[in-house]
């Protein structure tokens, strides 16, 4: 099992206990019932999965694609540095303890 670190919109800290299985950290968020509506099911379309991903955390993501970063860049908090898709952020071991913060609703 590997954790992520989850703070909710309403500021509510969460440790999640997930296994490596291939999901995303938007899959474990929303199947652990945090408030990320996910909408277009993870395809990079809708960026209603939009997270912060803590500083300390970013050299170990995959970089954004060019989809990505088009997508995220338009959302009203985006955030330069920390503002990523987390259906674009596969979840692996290399990432337990992640500390990311939802996004506030569009
Ligand atoms: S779930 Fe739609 S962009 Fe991530």
Not at 39 to 60: L, M, P, Y
Request: hydrophobic share 35%; with cysteine.
């Amino acid at each position: 099992m590997a954790k992520i670190v989850v703070t909710s919109r309403q500021g509510d800290v969460r440790e999640l206990e997930a296994p490596v299985d291939g999901r995303s950290l938007m899959e474990i968020i929303r199947d652990n019932d945090l408030e990320i509506e996910a909408i277009c099911g993870g395809c990079c379309s809708c960026a209603t999965c939009h997270v912060f991903v803590d500083r300390e955390w970013q050299d170990k993501l995959p970089a954004r694609t060019e989809e990505e970063y088009e997508l995220v860049s338009s959302t009203e908090h985006f955030d330069e540095e920390s503002s990523r898709l987390s259906c674009q952020i596969p979840f692996t071991e290399e990432l337990s303890g992640i500390k990311v913060i939802v996004a506030p609703e569009e």
